[in-house]
């Protein structure tokens, strides 16, 4: 039984989202660690729910575990988008 895991997963894409809409509002220092961190928990829910998919028997555990990994895909798009406005140099 993975249930500890897929728990795991799910909370950090929650956090993951936070994250990720939380880094447009805040400072220049502060926005670069909560990208940081949203990139980290965007590889880890793709990365948790492919791996662990197929190692759990309860189809809502396999529901849970494939949102994540889409959450985790759309948590990584968002900050290839956001990054051309973080990290690119504005032009004058």
Request: net charge positive.
């Amino acid at each position: 039984m993975r249930r500890p895991i897929v728990i795991a997963t799910h909370v950090v894409s929650l956090v993951g989202i936070v994250l990720l809409m939380s880094h447009f509002w805040s400072s220049d220092l502060v926005s670069i660690v909560q990208w940081a961190l949203a990139a980290a928990s965007g590889v880890f829910c793709v990365y948790s729910g492919i791996i662990y998919r197929p190692q759990v028997e309860s189809a809502t555990h396999k529901a849970l575990l494939l949102a994540d990994a889409v959450i985790g895909g759309i948590i990584l798009l968002g900050l290839i988008l956001s990054a051309i406005f973080l990290f690119a140099p504005p032009i004058i």
